[in-house]
């Protein structure tokens, strides 16, 4: 019994020797795949390993937008390109030269779509999709890396608003624990089926507050990242809540609008702010936008500065009294004198003629506002862009 004994633990050690020498030749027995590889012209070339394949191809916004037709209409999506097939099973694709920039992009192989790069460690989550992403260095580029600045501090708090208490991240500029001193306060909104993870993941907003402070082209200042899908107090997997899925998930029913105020209390008596209306800002990204405009307009007394990105101006509950009066409102907002009332807008926009039609409001009551109009349509590039031309405004002296 002994020696059965003996030879069963002999066994057992045997096999746990050759467990990780196995894992190990799996380092050894592989194809090198490097992708996203960032090449000096400016172009990036993608590789995908997949020896039986029969078509790989890439889609991503760095590619010319292509329109799509169904029932509902038409929307401009991503662009599609095929790889090549290389002698050693991988696939290729290398693209022209691109502007400074930071892209995404997934894969399809046969009838799969929406495929990860499993060459790839840089991901991102908009909504409930992941991507892959890269950036081409440069101007734009160099403002969505951390560069070897001082860093600010985002934190997730949790905040009693409304009938119960909800998370939000909050970035403080370099310098905020360490000192004594007050700061003004962007209120930063995502769009629909976002939450307050979105600004820090597909936005980028860190690298870029921390870039422009550090330049001197922005004031340090506290951002605020709510969750404005307010049937949800979290981001998916940082609440008690469950496994809820996050598209389409919104909250343009008032109920935002009406527990903000208590957003900006609680801020205020957490943080080192400077509580008035000429140190408050607010902005935010399609759904977000039409929270910044409904927001601002029902406090006129909240806000000085006003950013609408891509706004979904029109596309409220109409049966919701909040959204009643829209022009009286409007007028007692424009009667305080905002600073700043700042529009912008990609060109191929499936809101862009809501946004004419809110303009062409503002015009015929003579009230003041900045628009810049970009190329593209509803996304992340453009937005990123937005916040970057945004906030070097804000805060003046």
Not at 170 to 198: F, I, N, Q, W
Not at 240 to 247: D, K
Request: proline share 5%.
């Amino acid at each position: 019994m002994r020696k059965v004994t003996t030879f069963l633990s002999f066994m057992a050690m045997l096999l746990m020797s050759i467990a990780p020498l196995s894992a190990q030749q799996n380092l050894w027995h592989r194809v090198d795949v490097v992708s996203p590889e960032v090449n000096a012209d400016g172009s990036v070339t993608l590789r995908y390993f997949a020896p039986t394949a029969q078509c790989v191809e890439v889609t991503g916004d760095f590619l010319p937008e292509r329109t799509i037709t169904t029932a509902d209409g038409s929307f401009t999506a991503p662009g599609v390109a095929p790889l090549t097939r290389l002698d050693n099973g991988v696939w290729e694709y290398r693209s022209e030269p691109l502007r400074s920039e930071l892209y995404n992009y997934s894969f399809r192989v046969d009838d799969l779509s929406g495929l990860h790069d499993p060459a790839s460690s840089y991901f991102m989550r908009d909504i409930n999709s992941q991507m892959n992403y890269f950036i081409i260095p440069g101007e734009r580029g160099n403002l969505y890396m951390a560069q070897d600045v001082a860093h600010g501090t985002v934190a997730r708090v949790w905040c009693d608003a409304g009938d119960r208490p909800r998370r939000m991240s909050v970035y403080t500029p370099a310098g905020y624990e360490s000192g004594k001193g007050r700061y003004p306060v962007l209120y930063l909104l995502h769009g629909m089926g976002g939450d307050e993870e979105a600004w820090l993941a597909t936005g980028r907003m860190a690298e870029i507050m921390d870039n422009l402070i550090a330049e001197g082209k922005a004031e340090p200042m506290i951002v605020v990242m709510t969750n404005g899908c307010t049937k949800h107090v979290a981001a998916p997997g940082y609440s008690h809540e469950g496994m809820w899925v996050p598209y389409g998930s919104g909250s343009m029913d008032g109920s935002f609008e009406t527990l903000f105020p208590d957003v900006v209390k609680w801020v205020d008596k957490h943080y080192r702010t400077i509580a008035r209306k000429s140190s408050r800002a607010i902005c935010g990204l399609s759904m977000g936008g039409f929270h910044s405009m409904q927001i601002s307009k029902e406090y006129p007394a909240l806000f000085d500065y006003v950013g609408l990105f891509s706004a979904a101006i029109f596309r409220g509950d109409n049966n919701i009294a909040l959204y009643d009066n829209l022009e009286q409102k409007l007028a007692a907002q424009f009667a305080a004198a905002p600073k700043l009332y700042w529009i912008a807008i990609g060109a191929s926009d499936f809101l862009y003629e809501d946004n004419v039609r809110f303009r062409a409001l503002l015009d015929s009551k003579g009230y003041p506002y900045t628009y810049v109009e970009s190329e593209g349509g509803h996304v992340w590039r453009n937005w990123r862009c937005y916040l970057a031309e945004f906030v070097p405004q804000l805060f003046k002296r």
